[in-house]
């Protein structure tokens, strides 16, 4: 599947809402619904799968890992990533 371009959504300050599901098949966004999906194979431990969908993130939005921020959601799969300016 594609990588969905999210390049429209790297505008500094926007507050990205999205769902993660870890230990998944394959390292994946999806828009569905309306709603970021991100699927990440990592494990959530020790931040591991944060990480994991930074990296994944940042590809999709064309910005550097640095300039993505988590806000809220550090330990829930409901998260929110601010894009730094």
Do not use: C, W
């Amino acid at each position: 599947m594609a990588k969905p371009d999210l390049t429209h959504l790297a505008a500094p300050g926007t507050v990205l809402e999205l769902r993660v599901t870890p230990k998944a098949s394959r390292n994946e966004i999806r828009e569905e619904e309306g709603q970021i999906r991100v699927y990440v194979t990592t494990v959530p431990e020790n931040g591991k799968a944060n990480e994991a969908v930074v990296k994944l993130l940042s590809k999709a939005l064309g910005v550097p890992k640095s300039r993505l921020t988590l806000v809220r959601g550090a330990t829930s799969r409901d998260k929110a990533f601010r894009v730094e300016g």
